[in-house]
């Protein structure tokens, strides 16, 4: 079992930056590759980012490219979204997610693929 808990949400302007956290307990982090997601109001939760277990392979959503980055600390046992360039279509509650995996280098991009979750933590960009 793991416990992921994220926070550094909040209201931001248009072109502002926000880094959001998911401090994780539990089993052992460097065990689990890990993701964000994001759902709007009204929409489906869509994919953001992810990395591996290793903190070299990532790979993000076309709609952040560029502009978000996901890195984690595996002796702190937390995973970061730095989240620069924020756009109003951005507003989001944003979750983290793990998933155990015995590969040091794959990602996930399915909200399917993984097992555990976050609370969430609500994101609002202002125009």
Request: hydrophobic share 35%; net charge positive; charged share 20%.
């Amino acid at each position: 079992q793991v416990q992921l808990v994220e926070s550094g949400g909040g209201l931001v302007q248009a072109g502002g930056s926000l880094r959001l956290s998911c401090a994780a307990s539990g089993r052992t982090f460097s065990g689990y590759a890990m993701g964000w997601f994001r759902q709007a109001p009204g929409k489906e939760r869509e994919f953001v980012a992810a990395i591996s277990r290793s903190t070299d392979w990532t790979f993000y959503a076309d709609s952040v490219k560029g502009r978000f980055t996901i890195s984690r600390d595996n002796a702190k046992t937390t995973v970061y979204l730095q989240m620069n360039s924020l756009k109003p279509e951005d507003t989001a509650v944003y979750y983290c997610a793990a998933k155990a995996t015995a590969n040091a280098y794959v990602r996930f991009k399915g909200q399917y693929e993984y097992d555990y979750w976050g609370q969430g933590t609500q994101v609002t960009v202002s125009s």
